[in-house]
């Protein structure tokens, strides 16, 4: 089991930044591969990005370039970087985790949720 607990949201405005960190406990932090979702009202949930567990990163199209995922597994703690924020990222973001099939680096299911927080960007 993995217990997983957002911080970090908030309002901020257009052009701003903001970091999201998402705590884990239950299962060797080390081990477990993360990802970041977000669903905006009335939306699915979309995919924003993914760190595996040996550190390897990769981005949604529409975060490219502006988000970044990281991790410190010395705290058990993963993070989400939001430079020039845009009012379409407004949305509540969620991490997620597994422990990837051997072999492998990212998760193909995503078995531990957290709760989410709200990130809101004005325009």
């Known amino acids: 089991q993995v217990q997983l607990v957002e911080s970090g949201g908030g309002l901020v405005q257009a052009g701003g930044s903001l970091r999201l960190s998402c705590t884990a406990s239950g299962r060797t932090f080390s081990s477990v591969s993360m990802g970041w979702f977000r669903q905006a009202p009335g939306k699915e949930r979309e995919f924003v990005g993914a760190?595996?567990?040996?550190?390897?990163?990769y981005y949604a199209d529409s975060v490219k370039g502006r988000f970044t995922i990281s991790r410190d597994n010395t705290k058990s703690t993963l993070y989400l970087q939001m430079n020039s924020l845009k009012s379409e990222d407004t949305a509540v973001y969620s991490c997620?985790?597994?422990?990837?099939?051997?072999?492998?680096?990212?998760?193909?299911?995503?078995?531990?949720w957290g709760q989410g927080t709200q990130v809101t960007v004005s325009s």
């Open positions: 760190i595996s567990w040996g550190g390897m990163t």
């Open positions: 997620a985790a597994c422990q990837p099939l051997p072999g492998t680096y990212y998760c193909v299911v995503y078995n531990y």
